[in-house]
Each structure stands twice: as C-alpha cells, then as structure tokens.
Nanobody
Framework: QVQLVESGGGLVQAGGSLRLSCAAS????????MGWFRQAPGKERDLVAT????????YYVGSVKGRFTISRDNAKNTAYLQMNSLKPEDTAVYYC????????????????????WGQGTQVTVSS
C-alpha cells in the first residue's frame, strides 16, 4: 500500500504560479499511474491531469491545457503539478491519486479508477 502526501498549495494572485508535489511512501512510485484531481466548493472532484508510470504519456483536461504540466520523478518517489497562469476558477482543493498498474503506458481519467489518495492541498487564486 502506498501513502500519498501533497504539498505546495497556497494563496496566489491570478496569473501566478504554484508547483504541487505528491510524495509517496510505503511503495515505489514507479509502479503507479498518478493523477491530479481538484474539488471546488459545492462541486464534484474532477480530473486535472494524469501521467503514465513511464512519464511518457499524459492527459490534461481542456481547461488546464497549456497552463499546467504534470510530471514525475520516480527516483524521488514524487509526482508534480506545475501550474502557471493561474485563474480564480482554478481555486480548489487539489488531490493526488495513484493506481497500481502493470503497464508503463496506461493512464486513467476517472477518479473511481484510482486506489490511493492524498489528503489534499488548498489552492486559492485571487483576482
């Protein structure tokens, strides 16, 4: 079983940047597909981005394409979400999630497909 801990959230002005980190312990991160999700007040938790075990394959929701970058450093057991050009509508609690997988090229876009979740980190973007 893997434990996931997010960090890097905070308050930033519109147009600013933040980098979220997701540190894994208990198991090696290289065995897990990773995803970042977010949940705004009163809304469902939605996918932001996902990355395959190898790091080669990624997927982004349309609203963050060109602004956010998901990456991973398997040697450091850490996944990242670089967020640039932040907008007030990006305000949410951000969660990282992991799913053990045989394939190095798969990624998953639904929350129900992930087994492990972090506790979340708040990102607030002021206008």
């Amino acid at each position: 079983q893997v434990q996931l801990v997010e960090s890097g959230g905070g308050l930033v002005q519109a147009g600013g940047s933040l980098r979220l980190s997701c540190a894994a312990s208990g198991r090696t991160l290289s065995r897990y597909v990773m995803g970042w999700f977010r949940q705004a007040p009163g809304k469902e938790r939605d996918l932001v981005a996902t990355i395959s075990r190898s790091g080669v394959y990624t997927y982004y929701v349309g609203s963050v394409k060109g602004r956010f970058t998901i990456s991973r450093d398997n040697a450091k057991n850490t996944a990242y979400l670089q967020m640039n050009s932040l907008k007030p509508e990006d305000t949410a609690v951000y969660y990282c999630a992991g799913r053990w997988d045989y394939s190095t090229s798969n990624y998953y876009t639904r929350g129900s497909e992930y087994e492990y979740w972090g506790q979340g980190t708040q990102v607030t973007v002021s206008s």
